[in-house]
């Protein structure tokens, strides 16, 4: 299982720096929205032209 979000130093660290409080908001933001970016990874699906596309430009599809 891969672990997302901070490890326990980069936690404490970042709540040394801008404050238990803040820190722990921050690192629990930084979590969510890694969770979020492996759900959308998970999820993705590529799209098939059904249509031929006469602008080549027009749906370009970014490399991941």
Same mark, same amino acid.
């Given at each position: 299982?891969?672990?997302?979000g901070?490890?326990?130093?980069?936690?404490k660290?970042l709540?040394v720096q =801008?404050?238990e409080?803040?820190g722990?908001?921050?690192a629990?933001?930084?979590?969510?929205?890694?969770?979020e970016?492996?759900?959308l990874?998970?999820?993705?699906v590529n799209?098939?032209?059904?249509?031929?596309?006469?602008?080549?430009?027009?749906? =370009?599809?970014?490399?991941?």
């Amino acid at each position: 299982m891969k672990t997302t979000g901070l490890s326990y130093n980069a936690r404490k660290a970042l709540m040394v720096q =801008v404050g238990e409080q803040a820190g722990t908001e921050i690192a629990n933001l930084i979590g969510r929205m890694a969770n979020e970016i492996e759900e959308l990874r998970r999820t993705k699906v590529n799209v098939t032209r059904i249509v031929p596309n006469p602008d080549p430009r027009q749906y =370009v599809e970014e490399p991941f």
